[in-house]
C-alpha cells in the first residue's frame, strides 16, 4: 500500500512569495493518478490538480505540479491571499485511494 | 451546476448504526462514481469507500471494511452510506466526492459535508 508524505507540514509565507510543497511516495507511482486539493478552514476540499501537472478547471495559472517516481511538487508562483490553506496530495492505486497527511500554508 | 449534498448525520452511540445520504445533480449521474472521504476533527482526509457508475465495483478503506456499505439509487441520483458498528474513532465530517477519469481516479467535486458524532 503506498502512503504518502508532505512536507512541510507548514510552511509560513507572505502574500506574493513562491510556496513550494513537496509529496513522497512510499514507492514508485504513476503520476497519471497523483492529484492535489486545496481545503479552506471550514469548507469542503477543492479539486486542483490531475495527472500530477494538469490543472483543473477555473484553477489560475499560478498553481503548478510536476514531479514523478516518488516525488511530486505543487507550486503556487505567487501567493494570493485567498490560498492560504490546507493542499493535501492524493492517489489512487490498487483500488485504493490514499491521501497524504497536508501541508498547511499559513500567512507569515 | 454540479451539486453534491449530504445528509444523515448527527449522534449515534457506539455499536450502533447510521445512514447517510448523497444527492447529487447538475450532471449524468450515471457515468460517475461516488467516493466518501472523512476528516476526524483536527484531522486530514481519510479515503472511505467508493461504488462505481454502474454499481458494478465498490472498495472500502481498511478502517471501515466489513463495517460500513456504499449502496446507490439511480432513480434517485443518491449514494447511501450505511455505516453499522460505530466505533469513537468513526467520529467525522463525512464528505461525499464525484469520482472522475480513469477509474474514477480523482474526486472532482465534493460536498460539503455532514457531521458524524459517535458517544462511547
Known amino acids: 500500500e503506498v502512503v504518502l508524505t508532505q512536507s512541510p507540514g507548514t510552511l509560513s509565507l507572505s502574500p506574493g512569495e513562491r510556496a513550494t510543497l513537496s509529496c513522497r511516495a512510499s514507492q514508485s507511482i504513476s503520476s497519471s493518478y497523483l492529484a492535489w486539493y486545496q481545503q479552506k478552514l471550514g469548507q469542503a476540499p477543492r479539486f486542483l490538480m490531475f495527472g500530477a501537472s494538469s490543472r483543473a478547471t477555473g484553477i489560475p495559472v499560478r498553481f503548478s505540479g510536476s514531479g514523478s517516481g516518488t516525488d511530486f511538487t505543487l507550486t503556487i508562483s505567487t501567493l494570493e491571499p485567498e490560498d492560504f490553506a490546507v493542499y493535501y496530495c492524493?492517489?489512487?492505486?490498487?483500488?485504493?485511494?490514499?491521501f497524504g497527511q497536508g501541508t498547511k500554508v499559513e500567512i507569515k | 451546476q454540479v451539486q453534491l449534498v449530504e445528509s444523515g448525520g448527527g449522534v449515534a452511540q457506539a455499536g450502533r448504526s447510521l445512514r447517510l445520504s448523497c444527492a447529487a445533480s447538475?450532471?449524468?449521474?450515471?457515468?460517475?462514481?461516488t467516493h466518501w472521504v472523512r476528516q476526524a476533527p483536527g484531522k486530514g482526509l481519510e479515503w472511505v469507500a467508493v461504488?462505481?457508475?454502474?454499481?458494478?465495483?465498490?472498495y472500502y478503506g481498511d478502517s471501515v471494511k466489513g463495517r460500513f456499505t456504499v449502496s446507490k439509487d439511480d432513480s434517485k441520483n443518491t449514494v447511501f452510506l450505511q455505516m453499522d458498528s460505530l466505533r469513537a474513532d468513526d467520529t467525522a465530517v463525512y464528505y461525499c466526492?464525484?469520482?472522475?477519469?480513469?477509474?474514477?481516479?480523482?474526486?472532482?467535486?465534493w460536498g460539503q459535508g455532514t457531521l458524524v458524532t459517535v458517544s462511547s
Open positions: 492524493q492517489y489512487y492505486g490498487d483500488s485504493l485511494w490514499t
Open positions: 461504488i462505481w457508475n454502474d454499481g458494478s465495483n465498490r
Open positions: 466526492a464525484r469520482g472522475a477519469g480513469n477509474w474514477h481516479a480523482v474526486l472532482d467535486f
Open positions: 447538475g450532471f449524468t449521474f450515471s457515468r460517475y462514481g
